[in-house]
């Protein structure tokens, strides 16, 4: 599978932002991770096929995935944006397990959104 991302940029703190990701072809689970300079990896959101939807801690109430399952497409909305957001933003995608397993998992290439003051 392949994996096309798209939508980073630089943001004023507050601000919105959507991501978008789109894969070659039908999958299970897609969704976003995200790395910022000196931290580990952490989940910001997935959805499954079926519109099941998982979220990290610290973007719970401020992001919202969502996912078009005809265009193999997965969106992810930011808003109310802030300094910690900054990071390299994964599309990943998993054909028959869910991404919050570390198996079998596809790595989009990271799009870098900054969240300025």
């Known amino acids: 599978v392949q994996l096309q991302a798209s939508g980073g940029g630089v943001v004023q703190a507050g601000g919105s932002l959507r991501l978008s990701c789109a894969a070659s072809?039908?999958?299970?689970?897609m969704g976003w991770y995200r790395q910022a300079p000196g931290k580990q990896r952490e989940l910001v959101a997935s959805i499954t096929s079926g519109g099941t939807t998982n979220y990290g801690d610290s973007v719970k109430g401020r992001f919202t995935i969502s996912r078009d399952n005809g265009k193999n497409t997965v969106y992810l909305q930011m808003a109310s944006l802030r300094l910690e957001d900054t990071a390299v933003y994964y599309c990943v995608a998993a054909r028959y397990t869910d991404i919050t397993l570390p198996v079998n998992r596809k790595w989009g290439q990271g799009t870098q959104v900054t969240v300025s003051s």
């Open positions: 072809e039908s999958i299970f689970s």
